[in-house]
């Protein structure tokens, strides 16, 4: 159970580091108040994209504006005008008049007028400016109305983008008396009439109105950030834009153009609604200038939040806990970090695809969905935080992906060549299965007798002599622009021309095979420093069309090349002893007059109908200038007494069923002359032929070890050929080389 829970912990590493990583990051952001104001911004969109409530008729506004101005002849209305309206209005018997203009001095004529309206009536309060320093700033509220108490506070609250999104209950004046804001006054003085008063809930210093709690706004709420948050403050719900009330102008009530119960039983806001008394603020819902809300219908807009709560139902703006926030935060780092990691091999190391698009779009749409819902339900969420931890999420964890491509990369590089992985990585199409036919040239080498050498030896030095070997000839072959298409063992198959094709992929790859020839003799003395026998090796290279493309299955694919080219440079390959390079007439058609051709002879391959050219090079000049040495007449020796033998030809890798005897009557540095048996020629192998020959022990006729040759194209007496020996056990080769050197 461990082990699973390790592997799992493992397998979603991603997720565990980045998504926590992402939430405190963007907690920290947070707290810094950067977010603060996109989190407004995305608080005003859902407001305006929220269906707006039906209009509150228990509040109506008489609303002061330009034509009142025109209509009076004056931009100050004398208080005799503010007496005659609130006569009219107080005739209709509303429940609480709000005079939402300052009146702290005496504007004849009528001023006594006014003062004995105020006098005579409970049910009309005056407003006051508290907030601000209360030399300069401060307005009192009308004195016939302060001496009674009939006094509110009309005081905003501005968000550091100048928007009134919060709403002040009350306020503590210098002698710590509370006073209420005028919303506040005008809904319980509405409330009061239906017998529900506030009440602190019980261990709290908020109110409760009926069952509804208030709960007051706390410094980081919401999308807050160490806001101020003195004073009883809360959000602000609006109904919806301006205008949320019903409103008549100050002349309508003056020439009496309103219904005769307009006003009965309701609240009454009077108060400026023009651009000339500059009581125009800006809202979550204001686009433009004219969107702009009148501070009364501000006021207006607060009451109806509180009677809408206490009676109807309608839920004030809540926030959730700090702990909670930071949890929703961290599920939607979660969900950016999974939906991503989920699709790393989906859509590759290919940063976007389709289906990881549209899985983010997806998870987008549903946290902007589900926050709104909750906004619908009078939730205000983190929107902005969470949006930037699911987003920061996924492009954290896709930078991941595409850092680790480099590695991806280095890693396919190990098997396949750059171009190959740059065509996987950086072309869809180049992942498609299918083939393309081309005209190539290939190069294929394989090392003499190291099938023998490492059948005597332990696998893990078979494969260390293999990884010095391959890597050496794998550098070679890239700096020649050669695609490796794979490792056989000991062989390797090399493409010039896909999938990347250029004019000089046949005079590349020969080129290629003269360096990796030059190569041996530093490879041999780390062989002889680790005390092994040197490695030979044969190169074949041919030129023709085969297809390349994506090989397999959908589940599982490989960059190859098919065709009867590639097993006709198998087949040339074949014929080479080591140190060989041998080509394909097809390919010296290529590279005319730029080779060293050190021979040349035709060849009858198995499976190919007509007799074909082969040509052996030497070296290659032009851009390259490779060379390698001349090859010297071999001397072979005879020897004092010729050695009996037993030898079975080959068939391409297999053995041969029958065995023949013989003897081997001269020696060289790198061969033999062997003489068939003496009582005829059966079993005598042709030119370029692979035989095994085991040397009989002259006493007990029993064979010894294997020695593999190939049979030269030298002209030998009748039943002789030659030999060049491609594996010998490091014995036997040094007992034939004190012999060879014996017999010179």
Same mark, same amino acid.
């Given at each position: 159970?461990?082990?699973?829970?390790?592997?799992?912990?493992?397998?979603?590493?991603?997720?565990?580091?980045?998504?926590?990583?992402?939430?405190?990051?963007?907690?920290?952001?947070?707290?810094?108040?950067?977010?603060?104001?996109?989190?407004?911004?995305?608080?005003?969109?859902?407001?305006?994209?929220?269906?707006?409530?039906?209009?509150?008729?228990?509040?109506?506004?008489?609303?002061?504006?330009?034509?009142?101005?025109?209509?009076?002849?004056?931009?100050?209305?004398?208080?005799?005008?503010?007496?005659?309206?609130?006569?009219?209005?107080?005739?209709?018997?509303?429940?609480?008049?709000?005079?939402?203009?300052?009146?702290?001095?005496?504007?004849?004529?009528?001023?006594?007028?006014?003062?004995?309206?105020?006098?005579?009536?409970?049910?009309?309060?005056?407003?006051?400016?508290?907030?601000?320093?209360?030399?300069?700033?401060?307005?009192?509220?009308?004195?016939?109305?302060?001496?009674?108490?009939?006094?509110?506070?009309?005081?905003?609250?501005?968000?550091?983008?100048?928007?009134?999104?919060?709403?002040?209950?009350?306020?503590?004046?210098?002698?710590?008396?509370?006073?209420?804001?005028?919303?506040?006054?005008?809904?319980?003085?509405?409330?009061?009439?239906?017998?529900?008063?506030?009440?602190?809930?019980?261990?709290?210093?908020?109110?409760?109105?009926?069952?509804?709690?208030?709960?007051?706004?706390?410094?980081?709420?919401?999308?807050?950030?160490?806001?101020?948050?003195?004073?009883?403050?809360?959000?602000?719900?609006?109904?919806?834009?301006?205008?949320?009330?019903?409103?008549?102008?100050?002349?309508?009530?003056?020439?009496?153009?309103?219904?005769?119960?307009?006003?009965?039983?309701?609240?009454?806001?009077?108060?400026?609604?023009?651009?000339?008394?500059?009581?125009?603020?800006?809202?979550?819902?204001?686009?433009?200038?004219?969107?702009?809300?009148?501070?009364?219908?501000?006021?207006?807009?607060?009451?109806?939040?509180?009677?809408?709560?206490?009676?109807?139902?309608?839920?004030?703006?809540?926030?959730?806990?700090?702990?909670?926030?930071?949890?929703?935060?961290?599920?939607?780092?979660?969900?950016?970090?999974?939906?991503?990691?989920?699709?790393?091999?989906?859509?590759?190391?290919?940063?976007?695809?389709?289906?990881?698009?549209?899985?983010?779009?997806?998870?987008?749409?549903?946290?902007?969905?589900?926050?709104?819902?909750?906004?619908?339900?009078?939730?205000?969420?983190?929107?902005?935080?969470?949006?930037?931890?699911?987003?920061?999420?996924?492009?954290?964890?896709?930078?991941?992906?595409?850092?680790?491509?480099?590695?991806?990369?280095?890693?396919?590089?190990? %098997?396949?060549?750059?171009?190959?992985?740059? $065509? =996987?990585?950086?072309?869809? &199409?180049?992942?498609?299965? #299918? @083939? !393309?036919?081309?005209?190539?040239?290939?190069?294929?080498?394989?090392?003499?007798?190291?099938?023998?050498?490492?059948?005597?030896?332990?696998?893990?030095?078979?494969?260390?002599?293999?990884?010095?070997?391959?890597?050496?000839?794998?550098?070679?072959?890239?700096?020649?622009?050669?695609?490796?298409?794979?490792?056989?063992?000991?062989?390797?198959?090399?493409?010039?021309?896909?999938?990347?094709?250029?004019?000089?992929?046949?005079?590349?790859?020969?080129?290629?095979?003269?360096?990796?020839?030059?190569?041996?003799?530093?490879?041999?003395?780390?062989?002889?420093?680790?005390?092994?026998?040197?490695?030979?090796?044969?190169?074949?290279?041919?030129?023709?069309?085969?297809?390349?493309?994506?090989?397999?299955?959908?589940?599982?694919?490989? %960059?190859?090349?098919?065709?009867?080219?590639? $097993? =006709?440079?198998?087949?040339? &390959?074949?014929?080479?002893? #080591? @140190? !060989?390079?041998?080509?394909?007439?097809?390919?010296?058609?290529?590279?005319?007059?730029?080779?060293?051709?050190?021979?040349?002879?035709?060849?009858?391959?198995?499976?190919?109908?007509?007799?074909?050219?082969?040509?052996?090079?030497?070296?290659?000049?032009?851009?390259?200038?490779?060379?390698?040495?001349?090859?010297?007449?071999?001397?072979?020796?005879?020897?004092?007494?010729?050695?009996?033998?037993?030898?079975?030809?080959?068939?391409?890798?297999?053995?041969?069923?029958?065995?023949?005897?013989?003897?081997?009557?001269?020696?060289?540095?790198?061969?033999?002359?062997?003489?068939?048996?003496?009582?005829?020629?059966?079993?005598?192998?042709?030119?370029?032929?692979?035989?095994?020959?085991?040397?009989?022990?002259?006493?007990?006729?029993?064979?010894?070890?294997?020695?593999?040759?190939?049979? =030269?194209?030298?002209?030998?007496?009748?039943?002789?050929?030659?030999?060049?020996?491609?594996?010998?056990?490091?014995?036997?080769?040094?007992?034939?080389?004190?012999?060879?050197?014996?017999?010179?």
């Amino acid at each position: 159970m461990w082990q699973r829970l390790r592997q799992s912990i493992w397998e979603w590493r991603g997720v565990w580091i980045v998504a926590p990583s992402l939430t405190v990051l963007v907690l920290g952001l947070r707290l810094t108040g950067v977010l603060q104001g996109g989190e407004w911004a995305a608080y005003d969109q859902y407001l305006r994209w929220r269906p707006a409530a039906p209009r509150d008729d228990r509040i109506v506004i008489v609303g002061i504006n330009e034509d009142d101005v025109r209509a009076l002849g004056q931009a100050i209305i004398p208080d005799a005008i503010y007496a005659q309206v609130l006569r009219r209005l107080l005739a209709q018997n509303p429940r609480l008049i709000a005079l939402d203009v300052y009146r702290d001095q005496p504007v004849e004529p009528g001023h006594q007028e006014l003062v004995q309206v105020f006098e005579s009536h409970t049910n009309i309060i005056g407003i006051e400016k508290m907030v601000g320093d209360r030399s300069r700033e401060a307005v009192a509220a009308p004195p016939a109305l302060q001496a009674k108490g009939q006094v509110a506070f009309n005081d905003l609250l501005f968000d550091r983008d100048r928007v009134v999104r919060r709403a002040l209950l009350t306020l503590q004046d210098p002698n710590d008396e509370t006073v209420l804001s005028v919303g506040t006054y005008a809904a319980l003085a509405y409330l009061a009439a239906a017998g529900l008063r506030p009440e602190l809930v019980e261990g709290t210093d908020y109110w409760q109105i009926g069952p509804t709690p208030f709960p007051p706004l706390e410094t980081n709420d919401g999308g807050y950030v160490r806001v101020d948050a003195q004073g009883y403050q809360i959000l602000l719900n609006y109904r919806g834009p301006t205008p949320q009330f019903a409103v008549v102008s100050l002349t309508d009530v003056l020439e009496d153009r309103i219904p005769a119960n307009w006003a009965s039983d309701r609240l009454v806001l009077i108060g400026a609604v023009s651009e000339s008394f500059q009581d125009l603020f800006l809202t979550p819902f204001t686009r433009t200038p004219s969107q702009r809300m009148p501070g009364v219908e501000i006021h207006a807009s607060l009451a109806s939040q509180i009677l809408s709560t206490a009676l109807d139902d309608r839920p004030l703006m809540k926030t959730w806990p700090e702990a909670v926030e930071g949890l929703w935060i961290a599920l939607w780092a979660t969900i950016g970090a999974m939906l991503t990691w989920t699709q790393r091999y989906a859509g590759g190391v290919r940063s976007v695809s389709w289906q990881k698009g549209g899985s983010i779009l997806l998870a987008s749409v549903v946290l902007v969905g589900s926050s709104y819902l909750l906004f619908l339900a009078n939730w205000w969420v983190p929107i902005v935080p969470a949006a930037m931890a699911f987003g920061g999420a996924a492009i954290a964890i896709t930078a991941y992906i595409a850092r680790t491509a480099g590695d991806i990369r280095q890693t396919f590089g190990r %098997y396949l060549s750059d171009e190959i992985v740059a $065509n =996987l990585l950086e072309h869809p &199409e180049g992942l498609k299965l #299918g @083939g !393309q036919r081309r005209t190539i040239t290939l190069l294929t080498s394989d090392l003499r007798g190291f099938t023998a050498l490492s059948e005597r030896l332990p696998p893990e030095e078979v494969v260390r002599v293999l990884n010095f070997y391959l890597e050496a000839m794998a550098d070679i072959i890239t700096d020649y622009g050669g695609t490796i298409d794979e490792f056989m063992g000991d062989g390797i198959l090399v493409m010039f021309g896909a999938p990347t094709q250029r004019a000089d992929d046949p005079e590349r790859a020969i080129a290629c095979a003269i360096a990796m020839q030059q190569a041996m003799p530093r490879i041999n003395q780390q062989m002889a420093a680790w005390g092994l026998p040197p490695l030979s090796m044969g190169i074949g290279i041919n030129t023709g069309d085969v297809v390349v493309g994506n090989l397999g299955s959908t589940k599982r694919t490989k %960059y190859g090349v098919v065709g009867s080219q590639v $097993n =006709l440079t198998y087949r040339i &390959e074949s014929y080479t002893t #080591g @140190g !060989q390079i041998l080509i394909s007439e097809s390919t010296l058609a290529c590279v005319p007059d730029r080779l060293r051709i050190d021979d040349q002879k035709q060849v009858q391959p198995k499976g190919v109908k007509d007799p074909i050219h082969i040509y052996e090079i030497g070296g290659i000049g032009g851009n390259y200038q490779l060379f390698l040495p001349e090859k010297i007449e071999e001397v072979f020796c005879p020897l004092p007494q010729p050695l009996a033998l037993r030898y079975t030809l080959l068939e391409g890798k297999h053995v041969g069923e029958n065995q023949f005897l013989g003897q081997l009557v001269k020696l060289s540095a790198t061969g033999a002359e062997i003489q068939a048996h003496p009582f005829g020629t059966d079993g005598m192998p042709i030119a370029l032929t692979n035989v095994k020959l085991n040397l009989l022990d002259p006493d007990t006729h029993q064979p010894g070890d294997d020695i593999y040759a190939k049979v =030269l194209e030298k002209n030998a007496p009748l039943g002789h050929y030659y030999v060049r020996f491609t594996a010998q056990p490091p014995e036997i080769a040094q007992y034939l080389q004190t012999l060879y050197r014996s017999c010179q």
